[in-house]
């Protein structure tokens, strides 16, 4: 059974930074690509960042340049770095499979990151 565990998030002020990290347990993390993905309250869950099993990455319009997505595969682990902060980017943030390439497993817990002007 595959576990996600993020963890990282918290308040910051905007223009701060904040490093996310998801380890993930239970499966072959290295075959396949991972994203980070965010649900703003009343909002639909979105992929922000996503990075293939080779470290190729893609980042939406909203996080492009600011945030950064790494992995490290013998750790099981993928990260996605928060600079320049704004409001809007307050939300709950989750790892998982990049959904565009493969089904996602259950989801995690997520980790809420809370940006304050």
């Known amino acids: 059974q595959v576990q996600l565990v993020e963890s990282g998030g918290g308040l910051a002020q905007a223009g701060g930074s904040l490093r996310l990290s998801c380890v993930v347990s239970?499966?072959?993390?290295?075959?396949?690509?991972m994203g980070w993905y965010r649900q703003a309250p009343g909002k639909q869950r979105e992929l922000v960042a996503a990075?293939?099993?080779?470290?190729?990455?893609w980042y939406s319009d909203s996080v492009k340049g600011r945030f950064t997505i790494s992995r490290d595969n013998a750790g099981s682990t993928v990260y996605l770095q928060m600079n320049s902060l704004k409001p809007e980017d307050t939300a709950f943030y989750y790892c998982?499979?990049?959904?565009?390439?493969?089904?996602?497993?259950?989801w995690g817990q997520g980790t809420q990151v809370t940006v304050s002007s």
């Open positions: 998982n499979k990049d959904y565009r390439r493969s089904t996602t497993w259950a």
């Open positions: 239970g499966s072959i993390f290295s075959l396949y690509a």
């Open positions: 990075v293939t099993s080779g470290s190729t990455t």
